[in-house]
């Protein structure tokens, strides 16, 4: 492998996790596959490949470049922008086919006019805000809204939406009471004789713990690429990690007692030691605060970081694995013979989400797609 630092994505674990959706979810619903974020830094352009390979109906996007991109690389499946798009934008998503969030009247009527002037009809999602706060229209403002919608020249009311904050939990209960507010709104719909579209809520923790929320279709994110919530919270689904991060051993040298190592000198040996430096930093987004805390596995062993992580290297206690050589293969998240470092565990560590351990995985990281 000629990489200083690669991560490996296996779409066959990838493939594994959508069908373990499919299964949790029965016929007739349909999945819009979360890509955002360059596939939850595993690719999105190799990920969407396979997915669409798999029978996936839909993809979801965050920034209009996403989009672009995927349709650049010859995707042609929907899909859906999550985020509300700014005006300035309308026009380039219409050309890309690209259906659009609208939570408000001035969006909605923004998506109309620049539809009537390409001349194309536009694809739009309504967003309801059941309680995530974020962006959407009030639940009890949905009606209204959704009326001013179907009413627009050029715009095709496809599908409504919400979403849970916290369905990936133990306790579900706000959950259930969203999606009572969600199926409120469509009742009102057919009250008011408005047809209704494609309804999706469920994201991963839903797909897995609340199957009345499974409705037409599903989101899944986290659990397609193989994570669970935390390193606590598991979800009632069979995952297989899409992701493997790797470097290699690029210097080795023996250091005596007392010595310091990295910035800082934050750790000094305190017995002979054999340093192992790894050809991976805080700029490959191998995170910081794993300084002297963190591990390695190097040939099936697990190896202590000591000293700070620098922005292009660290360096590794191997004393206790005298075969490690110059050039071997040393996993940072993943699984190296019987040992494994897991992203929920790393997550844990740092105190935050595994979403973010694998999508700060920097951009000069090459991914290496494997089936």
């Known amino acids: 492998m000629p990489h200083r ?3 490996e994505v296996n779409l066959s674990h990838i493939i594994h996790n959508y069908e373990q959706i499919k299964r ?3 016929p007739g619903v349909k999945v819009l596959a979360a890509v955002k974020a360059n596939a939850y830094g595993h690719g999105a352009v190799p990920v969407s490949r396979a997915l669409a390979e798999a029978g996936v109906d839909m993809l979801g996007i965050a920034a ?4 672009i991109e995927l349709r650049e690389a010859g995707l042609r499946l929907p899909m859906l922008l999550f985020g509300c798009v700014l005006p300035d934008g309308i026009g380039e998503a219409l050309e890309h086919a690209v259906s659009l969030t609208v939570c408000d009247t001035d969006l909605a009527d923004d998506v109309s006019e620049a539809a009537r002037r390409l001349g194309r009809a ?3 999602h309504v967003k309801i805000d059941t309680g995530m706060g974020r962006i959407g ?13 179907s009413a627009l020249e050029a715009v095709s009311l496809d599908g409504i939406w919400t979403h849970f904050p916290a369905a990936d939990e133990t306790d579900v209960s706000f959950a259930h009471e969203q999606l009572a507010l969600f199926g409120a709104v469509v009742e009102a719909m057919e009250a008011d004789g408005i047809p209704v579209p494609l309804r999706h809520a469920a994201n991963s923790g839903a797909i897995a713990q609340i199957p009345e929320a499974h409705l037409d279709m599903v989101r899944p994110g986290l659990a397609l690429y193989g994570y669970h919530p935390t390193a606590d919270r598991v979800l009632p689904l069979d995952l297989r990690p899409g992701m493997t991060l790797k470097t290699r051993i690029s210097f080795v040298k023996k250091l005596p007692t007392g010595a310091s190592v990295s910035y800082g000198r934050t750790f000094v040996t305190r017995r002979p030691t ?5 050809p991976v930093g805080y700029a490959d987004g191998f995170n910081r605060l794993r300084s002297n805390e963190g591990e390695v596995l190097v040939r099936g062993r697990r190896a202590p970081i000591i000293g700070r992580i ?14 490690a050589q110059l050039g071997d293969e040393v996993v940072l998240y993943g699984t190296q013979g019987a040992e ?5 565990s790393v997550a844990k560590a740092l105190g935050t989400i595994p979403n973010e351990v694998v999508c700060a995985v920097g951009a000069r990281v090459p991914r290496v797609h494997i089936r």
């Open 24 to 26: 949790a979810t029965g």
């Open 137 to 149: 229209v009030r639940h009890d403002e949905a009606l209204e809204l959704i009326r001013h919608v």
């Open 5 to 7: 630092t690669w991560a």
């Open 64 to 67: 209009l470049s996403e989009a």
């Open 310 to 323: 620098c922005m292009d290297q660290c360096v590794v206690d191997v004393t206790d694995v005298p075969e």
């Open 340 to 344: 494994t470092i897991s992203v929920e």
């Open 274 to 278: 054999r340093a192992a430096t790894l």
């Open 122 to 124: 536009a694809s739009v």
